[in-house]
């Protein structure tokens, strides 16, 4: 049931020789109060029609009515519901209208007695932020209307009222008509009425009536008020503009530590709120000779000049700044002398400097240092480009520098929080390893020692065991020894390869046989535990590799075994060698197995990574191996990474080796991978795994 027309609007057609005054919230608040204190002083029951905004506005005011009530049992009370208000009939009428309804921008307060009568009728009225004015704090609320004690007009604004009642509230149909019956004339009309030759045309007329003499002093000095504090607002109007604008970019800025988010900000909320053609910002030292422009501000139709590069060393202007350490104005570029004189030694010719202005379009300017502690970290720029020259106010000036202040505080800010999340990134991953390194070692040490000490005790205290289950009781002790070892040296290996305590032996290398030398490994150990199949894709042409044999039989294996855990006997493991450069081959171990998480590509490499968590694991291992690898490979300048569709579809480790450059001989060296291998595969008649 939205209004398309205000009250006051209808209300001015019928009255057109009335002008509207302007008011304050707080003189509304005032004249509402006095005409509510004369129903509750008086001994009439008048007709009391009152009009909120919202609810909330209602809510302050709610006891009041309730005593209003109590004078008379003709009280409409009107507001736009936001929580419990709604249409009602206890101790007065209360009417819910839409939230669309024009009578959200409205005041009103209408009373209507047998010897006196008085309305407040006004609309709220958006203030601009040009004006200097805070339309959005309560107290500067502004509105336009009339304020009268003439009988005419009140009853006027009464039946408009009555009528838009009855609209919402069919029910009060007939309540409505006594009050018109009682309090409004019989041939009212909603239509241009001939004001009275004895009627002044101003908004307190009060010919017709004689109020309180009181109520008249003080409507008098509540409009003298409102015109000295348009006046002391718009006085006060660019201070307050000004701080506003320091604590937006204050806490717009300060809300990011990213340096380049910090800049983009400050010359958006700098350029809108100065309103300037174009706010640009660049970092820069005192020894810079150039700088880029990277963040700017633009006003409707400038040209961007982002991108570009700025002189600063030649730049007479730039030094004159970083000299004076304090900002820079230029009412007209034109007519500036520093932009006109003569080339003089060791600096930007003013022709060149004129070049540049008119490239940019820039008439008036200023340059304002961003220092912190004497260290220049940036200049902030503000070019004005027309039509006519600005004077730069030293207010202006002074709001620059003071956010030119706080943008180097909030660089400061954000190179000190990147320094500090670099530091705890090392922090949180050594105390990942700390953490990761007490688990593991505490469940992989433990469980062994707690099998070999029941093993050894067994054996010790149980003379009459049978040769078969004593030679039982010492394989056991012996594996889970070996088990270990091998925990042991995996941390010495990893130690080493990170402290880089590592003499690599480089040497040409037939990819083809470390290939085979893994495999036999790998199957020397499972010799006793079923395997997935395992197939050998290499081809016999393959350019020589350079690496040390030793660890690259060590990344090869540990890949292979890596699969072997993970793959079921039905699955299959395939290994392959792709020359895709002519630098490197890339080795590739794939496997049909539960495969790995996207997201986990990169952590797998990590140091004690355990897909299933340390202590809750089905296969064996530290989770040290794939770290170990990334190690190896680096250590020859190769790269290795996985690659996986997800759970249950497999994944593929790939790493490069680098060919040997020298490939001129018809038959390559014998590489000394396998002496080296032999020499150390001997171990009390078994395999032995090389670390």
Same mark, same amino acid.
């Given at each position: @049931?939205?209004?398309?027309? +205000?009250?006051?609007?209808?209300?001015?057609?019928?009255?057109?020789?009335?002008?509207?005054?302007?008011?304050?919230?707080?003189?509304?608040?005032?004249?509402?109060?006095?005409?509510? !204190?004369?129903?509750?002083?008086? %001994?009439?029951?008048?007709?009391?029609?009152?009009?909120?905004?919202?609810?909330?506005?209602?809510?302050?005011?709610?006891?009041?009515?309730?005593?209003?009530?109590?004078?008379?049992?003709?009280?409409?009370?009107?507001?736009?519901?936001?929580?419990?208000?709604?249409? /009602?009939?206890?101790?007065?009428?209360?009417?819910?209208?839409?939230?669309?309804?024009?009578?959200?921008?409205?005041?009103?307060?209408?009373?209507?007695?047998?010897?006196?009568?008085?309305?407040?009728?006004?609309?709220?009225?958006?203030? +601009?932020?040009?004006?200097?004015?805070?339309?959005?704090?309560?107290?500067?609320?502004?509105?336009?209307?009339?304020?009268?004690?003439?009988?005419?007009?009140?009853?006027?604004?009464?039946?408009?009222?009555?009528?838009?009642?009855?609209?919402?509230?069919?029910?009060?149909? *007939?309540?409505?008509?006594?009050?018109?019956?009682?309090?409004?004339?019989?041939?009212?009309?909603?239509?241009?009425?001939?004001?009275?030759?004895?009627?002044?045309?101003?908004?307190?007329?009060?010919?017709?009536?004689?109020?309180?003499?009181?109520?008249?002093?003080?409507?008098?000095?509540?409009?003298?008020?409102?015109?000295?504090?348009?006046?002391?607002?718009?006085?006060?109007?660019?201070? $307050?503009?000004? $701080?506003?604008?320091?604590? +937006?970019?204050?806490?717009?800025?300060?809300?990011?530590?990213?340096?380049?988010?910090?800049?983009?900000?400050?010359?958006?909320? %700098?350029?809108?709120?100065?309103?300037? /053609?174009?706010?640009?910002?660049?970092?820069?030292?005192?020894?810079?000779?150039?700088?880029?422009?990277?963040?700017?501000?633009? #006003?409707?139709?400038?040209?961007?000049?982002?991108?570009?590069?700025?002189?600063?060393?030649? #730049?007479?202007?730039?030094?004159?700044?970083?000299?004076?350490? !304090?900002?820079?104005?230029?009412?007209?570029?034109?007519?500036?002398?520093?932009?006109?004189?003569?080339?003089? $030694?060791?600096?930007?010719?003013?022709?060149?400097?004129?070049?540049?202005?008119?490239?940019?379009?820039?008439?008036?300017?200023?340059?304002?240092?961003?220092?912190?502690?004497?260290?220049?970290?940036?200049?902030?720029?503000?070019?004005?480009?027309?039509?006519?020259?600005?004077?730069?106010?030293?207010? !202006?000036?002074?709001?620059?520098?003071?956010?030119?202040?706080?943008?180097?505080?909030?660089?400061?800010?954000?190179?000190?929080?990147?320094?500090?999340?670099?530091?705890?990134?090392?922090?949180?991953?050594?105390?990942?390893?700390?953490?990761?390194?007490?688990?593991?070692?505490?469940?992989?040490?433990?469980?062994?020692?707690?099998?070999?000490?029941?093993?050894?005790?067994?054996?010790?205290?149980?003379?009459?065991?049978?040769?078969?289950?004593?030679?039982? @009781?010492?394989?056991?002790?012996?594996? !889970?020894?070996?088990? @270990?070892?091998?925990?042991?040296?995996?941390?010495?290996?990893?130690?080493?390869?990170?402290?880089?305590?590592? $003499?690599?032996?480089?040497?040409? %290398?037939?990819?083809? *046989?470390?290939?085979?030398?893994?495999?036999?490994?790998?199957?020397?150990?499972?010799?006793?535990?079923?395997?997935?199949?395992?197939?050998?894709?290499?081809?016999?042409?393959?350019?020589?590799?350079?690496?040390?044999?030793?660890?690259?039989?060590?990344?090869?294996?540990?890949?292979?075994?890596?699969? /072997?855990?993970?793959?079921?006997?039905?699955?299959?493991?395939?290994?392959?060698?792709?020359?895709?450069?002519?630098?490197?081959?890339?080795?590739?171990? +794939?496997?049909?197995?539960?495969?790995?998480?996207?997201?986990?590509?990169?952590?797998?490499?990590?140091?004690?990574?355990?897909?299933?968590?340390?202590?809750?694991?089905?296969?064996?291992?530290?989770?040290?191996?794939?770290?170990?690898?990334?190690?190896?490979?680096?250590?020859?300048?190769?790269?290795?990474?996985?690659?996986?569709?997800?759970?249950?579809?497999?994944?593929?480790?790939?790493?490069?080796?680098?060919?040997?450059?020298?490939?001129?001989?018809? *038959?390559?060296?014998?590489?000394?991978?396998?002496?080296?291998?032999?020499?150390?595969?001997?171990?009390?008649?078994?395999?032995?795994?090389?670390?």
């Amino acid at each position: @049931m939205s209004k398309s027309k +205000s009250v006051l609007t209808r209300l001015l057609q019928i009255f057109p020789q009335w002008r509207p005054q302007m008011y304050f919230k707080a003189s509304l608040t005032a004249l509402s109060h006095a005409m509510e !204190d004369q129903v509750l002083a008086g %001994l009439e029951e008048p007709l009391v029609i009152a009009s909120f905004q919202r609810e909330r506005f209602y809510r302050q005011e709610a006891q009041r009515y309730r005593r209003i009530a109590q004078k008379s049992d003709q009280v409409y009370v009107l507001a736009a519901p936001e929580t419990e208000f709604k249409n /009602c009939s206890l101790d007065y009428e209360t009417i819910a209208f839409d939230s669309d309804d024009t009578l959200t921008e409205e005041w009103h307060l209408i009373v209507l007695g047998a010897s006196y009568a008085s309305c407040l009728i006004c609309q709220e009225k958006i203030v +601009s932020k040009n004006q200097g004015m805070t339309g959005g704090i309560d107290n500067n609320r502004r509105f336009e209307g009339i304020w009268t004690f003439d009988r005419q007009v009140t009853q006027q604004a009464a039946h408009i009222l009555l009528n838009t009642i009855v609209e919402y509230r069919p029910e009060l149909q *007939e309540k409505a008509e006594f009050a018109r019956q009682q309090y409004l004339p019989p041939d009212i009309v909603t239509q241009t009425v001939a004001q009275p030759n004895n009627i002044d045309n101003t908004t307190w007329d009060v010919t017709s009536n004689n109020p309180d003499p009181f109520v008249q002093r003080l409507v008098t000095y509540l409009q003298a008020g409102q015109y000295k504090l348009i006046k002391a607002n718009r006085s006060l109007g660019d201070k $307050e503009h000004k $701080e506003r604008l320091i604590n +937006s970019v204050t806490t717009a800025i300060r809300l990011s530590l990213d340096p380049d988010e910090i800049l983009q900000i400050a010359v958006q909320k %700098l350029g809108e709120g100065l309103g300037v /053609c174009r706010c640009l910002v660049y970092r820069c030292k005192e020894t810079d000779t150039t700088a880029t422009i990277e963040h700017e501000f633009l #006003n409707q139709g400038i040209a961007s000049i982002k991108g570009q590069t700025w002189p600063l060393k030649h #730049n007479p202007l730039f030094q004159e700044v970083v000299e004076l350490r !304090d900002a820079l104005t230029i009412d007209n570029a034109i007519h500036d002398p520093r932009l006109s004189r003569e080339q003089e $030694e060791g600096k930007l010719s003013g022709k060149s400097l004129q070049i540049l202005v008119n490239s940019c379009s820039i008439l008036s300017w200023m340059l304002v240092p961003i220092f912190y502690r004497g260290r220049l970290l940036g200049m902030l720029e503000l070019h004005h480009c027309g039509p006519k020259p600005v004077t730069w106010k030293e207010e !202006d000036v002074g709001l620059v520098n003071a956010i030119a202040t706080q943008i180097g505080v909030a660089l400061i800010q954000a190179e000190a929080y990147a320094n500090l999340q670099d530091l705890n990134e090392q922090l949180e991953a050594l105390d990942r390893t700390r953490s990761n390194l007490v688990a593991i070692t505490g469940h992989e040490l433990r469980t062994p020692l707690s099998t070999i000490q029941v093993c050894l005790e067994s054996l010790a205290s149980e003379p009459d065991m049978s040769p078969e289950l004593r030679q039982v @009781m010492l394989n056991t002790a012996l594996q !889970d020894a070996e088990r @270990m070892r091998k925990l042991v040296q995996d941390f010495l290996t990893l130690s080493q390869l990170e402290s880089g305590r590592v $003499e690599w032996n480089i040497e040409p %290398l037939d990819l083809h *046989e470390c290939v085979d030398l893994s495999l036999s490994n790998v199957r020397a150990r499972h010799r006793e535990t079923p395997l997935p199949k395992i197939e050998n894709r290499v081809k016999d042409e393959l350019p020589l590799v350079k690496a040390d044999g030793e660890w690259l039989v060590e990344v090869l294996a540990k890949l292979l075994d890596n699969a /072997c855990k993970f793959t079921s006997t039905e699955g299959k493991i395939t290994i392959e060698v792709s020359c895709n450069s002519p630098y490197h081959l890339e080795v590739t171990v +794939s496997d049909t197995g539960r495969g790995i998480e996207p997201k986990r590509l990169e952590t797998v490499f990590d140091r004690f990574y355990q897909e299933e968590g340390a202590l809750r694991r089905s296969t064996g291992g530290t989770g040290l191996g794939l770290a170990i690898c990334r190690q190896i490979v680096r250590g020859w300048g190769g790269k290795i990474w996985a690659e996986s569709q997800g759970k249950d579809h497999g994944s593929q480790f790939h790493f490069t080796v680098p060919i040997y450059a020298d490939q001129m001989s018809t *038959e390559p060296p014998k590489p000394t991978v396998t002496r080296s291998r032999q020499s150390r595969t001997k171990t009390k008649g078994k395999s032995k795994k090389i670390s």
